[in-house]
């Protein structure tokens, strides 16, 4: 065999091996990213989860503090209500109606 020809084969063999390199060295990086994305999109599922857990407590919370102002609201207004002044004024004041008797125990 001729000095060219083995030398040929010698760069064949060259090229083969840092292709082989070269597809490995892909295969790692591709392989790194495919593991540092599956890890991280589990870690933002799992802060999903959290936050979606967060938002119902929320949302039950504004709910019962809707209610609450209703409530609240009402309450209002029936303090204002004549219904509401008499009854104070009889219980706290001890006033009575024209005509009415009170009868105590004692």
Do not use: W
């Amino acid at each position: 065999m001729s000095n060219k020809k083995k030398s040929s084969r010698k760069r064949a063999r060259r090229m083969r091996g840092r292709e082989k390199r070269a597809l490995l060295v892909m295969g790692l990086i591709v392989g790194s990213v495919g593991i540092t994305l599956t890890v991280r999109g589990n870690a933002l599922n799992q802060q999903i989860r959290q936050n979606s857990l967060k938002e119902s407590a929320l949302e039950q919370q504004l709910e019962d503090e809707t209610k609450r102002t209703e409530e609240i609201q009402e309450l209002e207004q029936y303090m204002q209500s004549d219904e509401y002044i008499e009854k104070i004024a009889r219980e706290k004041l001890g006033l009575l109606k024209e005509n009415e008797i009170l009868f105590r125990e004692q």
